[in-house]
């Protein structure tokens, strides 16, 4: 069993940078690929960033890339997601999410086997 908690939501502006973290019990969070997703209010929740546990592989999705950045810290079970420039369409509830050596398919919310409890990031106009 794996435990995952979230931390460094907030309230920022436009512009603004948070960076969330998303520490995970256990002693093998290694071979766990860390993904972030997000959820609006009435939308679905949606990939946003993950990174692989085989080789540190990171994917994001296009409207991030370039702003948001994923690591890791395997000595202290923790996965990381930098925002930076951030917009007010990124305003959503963020979930970490843990799936045990898992393959290619880090945005199929489907094959993560743990989920945090969410943190609320709010960027105001």
């Known amino acids: 069993q794996v435990q995952l908690v979230e931390s460094g939501g907030g309230l920022v502006q436009t512009g603004g940078s948070l960076r969330l973290s998303c520490e995970a019990s256990g002693r093998t969070f290694s071979s766990y690929s860390v993904g972030w997703f997000r959820q609006a209010p009435g939308k679905e929740r949606e990939f946003v960033a993950a990174?692989?546990?085989?080789?540190?592989?990171?994917y994001y999705i296009d409207s991030v890339k370039g702003r948001f950045t994923m690591s890791r810290d395997n000595a202290k079970n923790t996965g990381y997601l930098q925002m930076n420039s951030l917009k007010p369409e990124d305003t959503a509830v963020y979930y970490c999410a843990a799936g045990y050596r898992m393959g290619p398919y880090l945005y199929s919310i489907s094959q993560y086997n743990y989920w945090g409890q969410g943190t609320q990031v709010t960027v105001s106009s």
């Open positions: 990174i692989s546990w085989s080789d540190g592989s990171t």
